[in-house]
Nanobody
């Protein structure tokens, strides 16, 4: 079974840190792009950070300088280190990944994790 398995969410006080992890299970080829999104109930899902195959990264303005996305490509795993957390960072965080099985080239497949809740208390 192919899926993204997330971990690391929880409750933290303002100014604290959390580290999210996400592993692509059952994917036997390298993941191309990884990304983290977040969603507050009633709002649209928004991009937090993304990382390309060779490590290039992009961040939403709201998290630039506080969050760091990284990857362990041989393990098909992505991380999101979140520092100096604020109450407005409270959301469900979703991992996203895409990969390209050769048998369906040039199409690619996209995966979403189940989401992990991050709560920042004031």
């Amino acid at each position: 079974q192919v899926e993204l398995v997330e971990s690391g969410g929880g409750v933290v006080q303002t100014g604290g840190s959390l580290r999210l992890s996400c592993t692509a299970v059952g994917v036997l080829i390298p993941i191309r792009n990884f990304a983290w999104y977040r969603q507050v109930p009633g709002n649209q899902r928004e991009l937090v950070a993304k990382i390309a195959p060779l490590g290039a990264t992009n961040y939403a303005d709201a998290v630039e300088g506080r969050f760091t996305i990284s990857r362990d490509s041989p393990k098909n795993t992505v991380y999101l280190q979140m520092d100096n957390l604020a109450p407005e960072d409270t959301a469900v965080y979703f991992c996203n990944a895409d990969y390209q099985p050769p048998e369906i080239w040039p199409r690619s497949l996209e995966l979403w994790g189940q989401g992990t809740l991050v709560t920042v208390s004031s």
